[in-house]
């Protein structure tokens, strides 16, 4: 079945530091994909997507290009800010046999000052 | 503009009491979502509404959980009665129709079940 696997956390980096936080999934039909970040206390928001093969989404600094030969939407970000420490979501909205909306289990990012 | 409101924020209740949630989506936004997230977990789809028709609920336990969208605006989710296990957050999200769309998520409503 459709599935989106996250690399486990919590990941801690440094202030400045290059940030990569893989992804993958598994899907019949052509989903798009999303990253969603959870700060503290507060509910998901949308940090970028991509609908199609090939195509990037970016956000503050962060970026992610939808890999269909690979089945990844890995999440990179060249410099952290410890502002960047939040839970981050990957997940699958897909509209093709059958709607279907999955996210990944989370990556907890801690980033030290 | 408005985002999607959420009330209450939290909730704490003893087990075999009801418990209800309610959600505001974002203005003009036709479907909306009701998830539940378990600790360290992401988001599982419980409902899905169009207007005001449930589209999908094939994830929402029906012994107990009820949901409502009478007008196709604001909703509500229902436990009766509320079990231990049934402590989590549960996130209601909006997106403008039923395609690949983003949606938008409220706060959530913490629930903690004694």
């Known amino acids: 079945g459709d599935s989106v696997t996250q690399m486990e956390g919590p990941v801690t980096l440094s202030e400045e530091a290059f940030l990569t936080i893989n992804c993958t999934y598994t899907?019949?039909?052509?989903?798009?994909l999303f990253w969603y970040v959870q700060y503290p206390g507060e509910g998901l928001q949308l940090l970028l997507k991509?609908?199609?093969?090939?195509d990037k989404g970016s956000n503050k600094g962060f970026e992610a290009t939808y890999r269909k030969e690979t089945t990844s939407f890995h999440l990179e970000k060249g410099s952290v800010q410890v502002s960047d420490s939040a839970v981050y979501f990957c997940?699958?909205?897909?509209?093709?046999?059958?709607?279907?909306?999955?996210f990944g289990a989370g990556t907890r990012l801690f980033v030290k000052a | 503009e408005a985002g999607v409101v959420q009330s209450p924020r939290y909730k704490i209740i003893e087990k075999k009491q009801p418990v209800a949630f309610w959600c505001n989506p974002i203005s003009g936004h036709n479907t909306l979502y009701w998830y539940l997230q378990n600790l360290g977990q992401g988001p599982e789809l419980l409902i899905r509404y169009e207007n005001e028709e449930a589209v999908d609920d094939s994830q929402l336990p029906k012994d107990r959980f009820s949901a409502e969208r009478l007008k196709g605006v604001d909703s509500t989710l229902k436990i009766q009665p509320a079990e231990l296990g049934d402590s989590a957050v549960y996130l209601c999200?909006?997106?403008?129709?039923?395609?690949?769309?983003?949606?938008?998520f409220g706060p959530g409503t913490r629930l903690l079940v004694l």
């Open positions: 991509a609908t199609k093969a090939d």
């Open positions: 999200a909006s997106s403008l129709g039923r395609t690949q769309e983003t949606q938008y």
């Open positions: 899907a019949t039909g052509y989903p798009s």
């Open positions: 997940a699958l909205i897909k509209n093709t046999g059958g709607f279907k909306t999955i």
